[in-house]
Structure formats: C-alpha cells, structure tokens
C-alpha cells in the first residue's frame, strides 16, 4: 500500500526478553520518527531520523531503546530485556519534510506490544 | 516548558449535534505551531489541521472549524451537524519552532457520536 507500513500489529512478549518492531515509511519520505502512546495518553516522542543525519534520540527512555534507519528506507525500534511499562502502541511516523512543524506527519496504525 | 491540555478525557453527542474540543497549550517559544489529529478506530493518525503562532485567523474547512486565540492560549475544535463517522479521540499538538523534530500531543478526547 501506499501508506506507512508497520508490523507486527501485535506482540505479545514475556518480561526480559527482546522485542524488534518495523516501520516501513512512505517512499520517497525523508523524516521518520517513533512515538508510544500507552492506554489513554497521548503520543510521546522517542526518536526522529532525517535522512542521512544523526538521529535525534532524545525522547528515547532508557537505553534497553534503540532504533536503525538505513537512509531514506525501513526502521526498526528495539527494545531490549522488555518491561511491562514497555506495553504501549507503538507508532511510526513519515513526513516527505524534516521537523515535525513543517507539516503533515503520515502515521501507521501502530504495533501493539503486551509485556507478560 | 511546552505543555498541552485537552481536559476532556470524553464527550458523547447526538448526531447532528454540535460539539466543541478544546485544547489549551503552553509554550516560551514565539514561533510554534499547532496541529489537531484524529485517530479513528483503526489506530492510524489522521492529519486535520497545521497553523502557526502568527497566523490566528480562523479556519473553516466542511463541518470542521478550528478557533485559534492566542490570549487565552487555546486552539479549540468545532465540529457542526456531528456525524457517526466523526466518532474518533482526537489528539491537538504543539511543536515549537526551538525543537522542530518533536510534536507534543495532549491526552486526547474521545469522541462519541450516538445516531
């Protein structure tokens, strides 16, 4: 399709071990970012990638969170030794123009994680 | 620091009814940009709206109009003749212009339109 792509829709993981989710943006979109939104709250920032510039990780809440982009392509966002506060929706987002003020930011319908 | 409240956690319509989101922001910044999204059902975010801090001329856009006023700080949502599909939580962000990369939501208000 020609929206954001995102999988798996849903995991369901035991505390401590890793999880790996994808974002498979829109062709041709140069800025990617990964919010979490848990139940009932809003979408909090993790991290943004800009092309070929060094990601901006400050919303990235301990260091068991990491995330990759190669270029303008597929990102993932891994969790290492999960937690049960790590169950939360997590969205990915892609926008054709850097900075999340210059416009729309295309959204995927998000993977579901559940820590057991 | 920027901050933004949506305090109506929900709100139940008739359809056809009008209905008012509110949404009240916090922000040092001169330059910022303010934004509503909805997110139906399926997850997925929708874009509605994106203004800037100097531009406080009201929008009307269909059923949906939006009422920027910065003296109170507030970039309220209207939707007019409320429809079963408007049914969604609606999130209003805030992105200042000092720290481009990030959009602040609120908490969202959950929507319901009873037929």
């Known amino acids: 399709g020609a929206g954001v792509s995102q999988s798996p829709s849903n995991k369901v993981t035991e505390k401590g071990k890793d999880v790996e989710l994808r974002c498979d943006p829109i062709?041709?979109?140069?800025?990617l970012y990964w919010y979490r939104q848990r139940l009932g709250q809003g979408l909090e920032f993790l991290i943004y990638?800009?092309?070929?510039?060094?990601?901006?990780k400050s919303g990235l809440p301990s260091d068991r969170f990491s995330a990759e982009r190669t270029g303008e392509s597929v990102s993932t966002l891994t969790i290492q030794r999960t937690q049960q506060e790590d169950s939360a929706v997590y969205l990915c987002?892609?926008?054709?123009?850097?900075?999340?003020?210059?416009?729309?930011?295309?959204f995927g319908e998000g993977s579901r994680l559940t820590v057991l | 620091a920027q901050k933004v409240t949506q305090a109506q956690t929900e709100i139940s319509v008739v359809e056809k009814e009008d209905v008012t989101l509110d949404c009240v922001y916090e922000?040092?910044?001169?330059?910022?940009?303010l934004f509503w999204y909805k997110q139906p059902p399926s997850g997925e975010l929708v874009f509605l709206i994106r203004?800037?801090?100097?531009?406080?001329q009201n929008e009307i856009s269909g059923r949906y109009s939006w009422n920027f006023q910065k003296s109170t700080s507030s970039f309220n949502f209207t939707i007019t003749a409320s429809q079963v599909v408007d049914s969604a939580v609606y999130f209003c962000?805030?992105?200042?212009?000092?720290?481009?990369?990030?959009?602040?939501f609120g908490t969202g208000t959950r929507l319901t339109v009873i037929p």
């Open positions: 987002a892609s926008s054709l123009t850097s900075g999340a003020n210059t416009g729309e930011l295309f």
């Open positions: 922000t040092r910044d001169t330059t910022y940009y």
């Open positions: 062709s041709g979109h140069t800025a």
């Open positions: 990638f800009q092309g070929n510039s060094a990601p901006d």
């Open positions: 962000a805030l992105s200042e212009a000092s720290g481009a990369n990030n959009l602040f």
């Open positions: 203004r800037n801090s100097f531009d406080e």
